[in-house]
């Protein structure tokens, strides 16, 4: 799998496209399901999260945002267990800062984070 940066974008090394691989690219794909709306990609319209249906609330209901978040992980191909699971809103920036670890299919993955900004 290609590795992207924190903007999604490709990650270039030496100028060489990087690739991630086991627990890394399970990290990489639970970090792009977590920041795609549900129905967003075309070609998989079951991929990401619902947002607009569950998460932009008036007023935020945070123990349905964390059950989606979870659910979200643990449906990403690759993750086995949630084990650790911590979410913070930062309300005045409009910033939710996710971080978890999991058991994945190739190990342990510890303290992955994923900023989601709206």
């Known amino acids: 799998m290609m590795a992207t940066d924190s903007n999604n974008d490709i990650f270039l090394k030496a100028g060489k496209i990087h690739r991630v691989t086991g627990g890394a690219a399970v990290v990489q794909l639970v970090r792009s399901r977590l920041q795609t709306y549900l129905g967003e990609w ?3 319209t079951d991929f ?3 947002y607009f249906e569950d998460v932009f609330r008036r007023p935020a209901v945070l123990s ?3 059950l989606v978040i979870k659910k979200a992980i643990r449906e ?5 267990e949630v084990k650790e699971f911590d979410m913070v809103f930062d309300k005045p920036n409009r910033r939710l ?3 978890y670890d999991a058991t994945t299919t190739y190990g342990d993955v510890k303290a992955a984070t994923v900023n989601w900004i709206n």
Do not use: N, Q, R, Y
Not at 76 to 80: A, D, K, Q
């Open 76 to 80: 990403t191909p690759g993750v086995e």
């Open 42 to 44: 075309f070609l998989d």
């Open 64 to 66: 349905l945002i964390e």
């Open 48 to 50: 990401g999260v619902p």
């Open 97 to 99: 800062t996710i971080s």
